[in-house]
């Protein structure tokens, strides 16, 4: 079953404006972690942000986690055509289990 | 550093057929996993492998998958026999396994499986 929910599905901006996507969760988790996703290099971990974190930054991207609210935010910055792919929340709770969220397709047009 | 190697790539299969997939983790990760994404959808865990031991096996449906990871190193998923909604990538991920719950997983490209 799917734990996350990443808000929106879809989203198409210009090279070079910020992108930002949303996950939802369900149950306490113990991280939190953002996933990419295209064609030519599968599924590449991001960043990974911790239950007592509440934002962590790396290179463009920045992700911050509300527990209270149970959500995160992943922000890319300065958007650029490479970064068209899918991005995939993923929490895990008690050892290494993944759970995704279904993702939000990202499309950076030149 | 080679990544986690998965073969093949695209699996064309029919319906009923026996059909199955090789993982080859990253070389020290003790922690094997298996998923399955269907279109449009995240990954979904479908067995997760402590070494040679199989310890998270809740969602792999057991009536006609299976899965082995013979001296804790390669490991194979096979279904027999398929349905058509089996077509799906699956997915092979694996990570240093020391039991932290931090702990990063690394996939490998997938195996795109289509029944007809």
């Known amino acids: 079953s799917q734990q996350g929910e990443e808000d929106p599905q879809a989203l198409s901006i210009q090279e070079g404006e910020n992108a930002t996507m949303n996950c939802s969760y369900k149950?306490?988790?113990?991280?939190l972690q953002w996933y990419r996703q295209n064609s030519g290099r599968g599924l590449v971990h991001l960043i990974l942000i911790r239950s007592n974190e509440r934002e962590k930054h790396s290179g463009r991207l920045r992700v911050t986690l509300d527990t209270s609210k149970k959500s995160s935010s992943l922000l890319i910055t300065a958007s650029r055509a490479a970064d068209t792919a899918s991005y995939f929340c993923a929490t895990t709770s008690r050892y290494s289990t993944l759970t995704f969220g279904k993702g939000t397709m990202l499309l950076v047009s030149p | 550093e080679a990544g986690v190697v998965q073969s093949p790539r695209y699996k064309i299969i029919e319906k009923k057929q026996p059909v199955a997939f090789w993982c080859n983790p990253i070389s020290g990760h003790n922690t094997l996993y298996w998923y399955r994404q269907n279109l449009g959808q995240g990954p979904e865990l479908l067995i997760r492998?402590?070494?040679?031991?199989?310890?998270?096996d809740s969602q792999l449906p057991k009536d006609r998958f299976s899965a082995e990871r013979l001296k804790g190193v390669d490991s194979t998923l096979k279904i027999q026999p398929a349905e058509l909604g089996d077509s799906a990538v699956y997915l092979c991920?694996?990570?240093?396994?020391?039991?932290?719950?931090?702990?990063?997983?690394?996939f490998g490209p997938g195996t795109r499986l289509t029944v007809l």
């Open positions: 149950t306490s988790i113990n991280n």
């Open positions: 492998y402590e070494n040679e031991e199989a310890v998270d």
């Open positions: 991920a694996s990570s240093l396994g020391d039991r932290v719950a931090s702990d990063t997983q690394y």
